[in-house]
């Protein structure tokens, strides 16, 4: 999926902006939608459909009571670092009768923030699974709903069974700078892996 478009009219190519893709991943109704929301700079593209007719009866809603609609294609935001620099988000749907979709949202990405939500935190398990499969680099946010029970994020580590390198934050996804301290995270990650991956292919 390419990027750009009219943005590169008119400029030469070391004026062409660099553009970072972001997936914003999790399970259902662990934050996804809200973080975009509360990040972007312009107005969220969102699919959501409210939880009624079929779906109803197929997702669980367990923990997550008072959810009332759903993603069914993806949450789509878009931040300004700096002139020459763009950082495209794509919020992934939740339930696995949607998770065909995710190649497709996945070519080309820097890396992803996995939402967990400690009330169903096997629900991100799926997530977490996907994306060390395609080796992206990666990032876990520990949305801290209210009345929820509190974990360190070392025992988030354990209980996902996550390599030593992957980092593991809390947050609150309403909040734009906790948003934004997430993606920081994630950048900084995903380009120190890109910084040894060089660096070891200089060396052989």
Not at 55 to 82: H, P, Q, W
Not at 178 to 191: G, N, P, Y
Request: glycine content about 10%; overall charge neutral.
């Amino acid at each position: 999926m390419g990027f750009g478009g009219s943005e590169f009219n008119g400029r030469s190519p070391a004026e062409a902006p660099v553009t970072i893709k972001i997936l914003i991943a999790g399970g259902f109704g662990a934050g996804k939608t809200t973080l975009v929301g509360a990040v972007t700079e312009i107005r969220a593209l969102r699919t959501e459909e409210p939880l009624s007719g079929p779906g109803a009866y197929v997702d669980n809603l367990a923990g997550v009571e008072r959810k009332t609609t759903t993603t069914v294609a993806m949450d789509f935001g878009r931040i300004s670092i700096r002139e020459n620099l763009v950082i495209y988000l794509f919020g992934t749907p939740g339930q696995e009768r949607f998770w065909f979709m995710w190649d497709e949202l996945a070519t080309g990405a820097l890396g992803a923030v996995v939402l967990a939500d400690t009330r169903r935190l096997a629900d991100c398990f799926p997530s977490v699974d996907y994306f060390e499969r395609r080796r992206l680099p990666f990032a876990v946010a520990v949305n801290c709903f209210e009345g929820a029970r509190r974990y360190h994020p070392e025992d988030v580590r354990s209980a996902l069974d996550l390599d030593p390198g992957v980092p593991v934050v809390l947050c609150d996804a309403r909040q734009r700078s906790s948003a934004r301290d997430i993606l920081v995270v994630l950048v900084e990650h995903a380009l120190s892996g890109l910084r040894r991956a060089r660096a070891a292919g200089t060396n052989v």
